[in-house]
């Protein structure tokens, strides 16, 4: 899989631009604040519809414009789909697939898959415990585009279930009973939203464990082992061994589980006015030789860390037979000379990688295919020391 073609409009910095894209690594160069990382970002947004940089899409449109476009040609196993995406803040975003318009922007998820490593990834270490699942669902929807659905779903009945927490919950305190006549039925919905969630990520975590325990061995070869694991807020109503390996999750099974600790800890809820278990209080744990890496790894370790979920991320999309696109974004200048060339290695071999720096003297020269500068407003082939 590659991008053949990425033209963007009226998208972060860039009124335009357009660039001719090939298999193998390019690299964008150019000082800070020329816009590398707005383009690569826009690539993102077509594989994800989401920024690794900001969470909403308010940003991404050119101060003053009412819009922006992005448009990607995505070459899969000699297959060529044009994928163009109209961001409007505000409103519905709309998107088309070879110029036919598709019901929902979503509808374009799995055309194109990324995975993308940037300075903001050291959070997935030492950040708060969202981080991390967002880390999850974001792979869960690359591996499985239908999870985006299930995702916009458990996140529209967790709104609301906590809206009518609230309401009782005041109610209560202020003396009245509170209505909690409809509670039984959104406790229905989130229970069987969260059991796919929960089992889907249960089963990822089971699956990408081995590909972090070897990418972590071979970027800190002389460092402490790496381990993952996932823990849920009703990992007690789960049976012993469920989501590992040799005993997958079943989404029956956790729906039951969920429903079971939604009616145990009502009260609860309705003393907090919020919902207090599923996966959306879940976490990723990330453990060096048995210890929490967050709080207690050094700074190069954390590093390491994060570059491994990233490396594992991408190799067990590989392994499932659609190899992403690579995209490093102002990575190399962080790293030290054998976690560079760890990173150098792997990408050197991928189909097709997308590389941010801003002094060419930083990118290793097995990435020196195809370079571009970056500056002024503009995008031009070729790099002049």
């Not at 448009?71 to 519905?92: D, F, H, M, S, Y």
């Not at 998820?109 to 990834?121: H, K, N, S, Y």
Request: glycine residues 10%.
């Amino acid at each position: 899989m590659y991008v053949r073609h990425l033209q963007v409009a009226d998208f972060r910095s860039w009124e335009q631009a357009e660039l001719e894209l090939e298999p193998g690594a390019t690299v964008l160069i150019g000082p800070n604040g020329q816009g590398k990382t707005n383009l690569i970002e826009a690539v993102g947004y077509v594989a994800t519809l989401g920024s690794h940089r900001v969470a909403t899409d308010v940003p991404l449109i050119r101060h003053g414009c009412a819009r922006a476009i992005v448009r990607t040609t995505v070459v899969n196993a000699g297959r060529e789909l044009t994928v163009e995406l109209e961001i409007t803040p505000g409103k519905a975003n709309r998107a088309r697939v070879n110029r036919g318009p598709v019901p929902r922007p979503r509808d374009v998820l799995g055309i194109l898959r990324t995975v993308l490593f940037a300075p903001e990834d050291l959070a997935l270490v030492r950040g708060d415990p969202g981080e991390r699942r967002r880390f999850l669902d974001d792979l869960l929807v690359l591996r499985a585009p239908r999870f985006a659905g299930v995702r916009a779903d458990y996140e529209r009945v967790l709104r609301q279930r906590n809206a009518l927490l609230k309401t009782a919950g005041a109610a209560r305190r202020a003396g009245s009973r509170g209505d909690i006549s409809t509670l039984d039925v959104w406790d229905g919905h989130l229970a069987g939203h969260g059991a796919q969630l929960l089992a889907a990520r249960l089963d990822l975590v089971a699956d990408l464990a081995p590909h972090v325990a070897a990418s972590y061995a071979g970027i800190a070869p002389e460092s402490k082992p790496a381990e993952i694991g996932y823990r849920s807020t009703i990992a007690e109503l789960l049976p012993a061994g469920y989501g590992t390996p040799g005993h997958r999750a079943d989404v029956e099974v956790s729906t039951d589980a969920l429903l079971a600790a939604l009616v145990a800890g009502r009260d609860a809820e309705l003393d907090r006015g919020v919902s207090l278990v599923g996966p959306h209080r879940d976490e990723l744990e990330l453990v060096l030789d048995g210890v929490p890496a967050k709080g207690y790894a050094s700074h190069g370790e954390s590093w390491s860390f994060a570059l491994a979920l990233r490396l594992a991320s991408y190799e067990l999309l590989r392994a499932e037979g659609s190899e992403p696109v690579l995209v490093l974004d102002d990575v190399f200048a962080e790293l030290d000379q054998r976690r560079r060339q760890r990173l150098a290695d792997v990408a050197a071999a991928a189909e097709q990688v997308l590389v941010t720096a801003a002094v060419a003297e930083d990118v290793p020269g097995e990435l020196a295919t195809a370079r571009y500068s970056v500056a002024d407003g503009e995008v031009r082939r070729g790099y002049n020391e």
